[in-house]
């Protein structure tokens, strides 16, 4: 995602955990001015005891003032990913887990729209709010994400970045 919205060229493979440091790139809004968004990808359960890159990659969360929850709609569980995640920030920090949140399904593009609602409606219900859809791929649905963002940011404390998580695989 973070690809599609800013200049930032990650490495990207087609397989899960390939990114060892976060990635940053400055998006920018249609005023001119941008903000850092953070590519924090890999965290997996028990990351706030340390395991994988947890402590490194969750160091880097608590300079933002936004988390976006970047959810794999193609993946096994998708609620179990969210929990998870939600499970560590709770564990590593109780205040980096009030931070504000956007919860968003990543790869629309690759799902059947029945099948798609249905993830989505269990995403929601899970996470107690609306879940947007988006394609990295097509760009389909980022618009609306950035401008949730901007209204966000522009209601908070300034901050060094916004946050991009991708949830661990079950």
């Known amino acids: 995602m973070i690809a599609a919205l800013s200049s930032a060229r990650p490495k990207i493979a087609d397989y899960p955990f390939t990114t060892l440091v976060p990635n940053l790139g400055v998006v ?3 005023t001119g001015d941008g903000t850092v968004f953070a590519d924090i990808p890999g965290l997996i359960e028990g990351a706030h005891q340390g395991l994988g890159l947890g402590h490194e990659f969750l160091r880097h969360t608590e300079r933002t003032r936004l988390l976006l929850h970047l959810i794999d709609a193609t993946a096994a569980d998708p609620v179990a990913n ?9 564990a590593y920090s109780s205040t980096l887990a009030q931070r504000p949140q956007l919860v968003a399904l990543n790869k629309i593009d690759a799902l059947p729209e029945d099948e798609l609602e249905a993830i989505a409606a269990d995403v929601e219900t899970e996470c107690q709010q609306e879940v947007l859809r988006l394609s990295a791929v097509t760009q389909a649905g980022t618009d609306g994400l950035l401008q949730r963002i901007w209204k966000i940011l522009d209601q908070s404390e300034p901050a060094s970045a916004s ?6 695989a079950p």
Do not use: D
């Not at 969210?82 to 709770?90: K, T």
């Not at 946050?163 to 661990?168: C, D």
């Open 28 to 30: 920018r809004k249609p």
């Open 82 to 90: 969210y929990r998870m995640i939600q499970s560590e920030l709770r």
């Open 163 to 168: 946050v991009f998580y991708t949830p661990a």
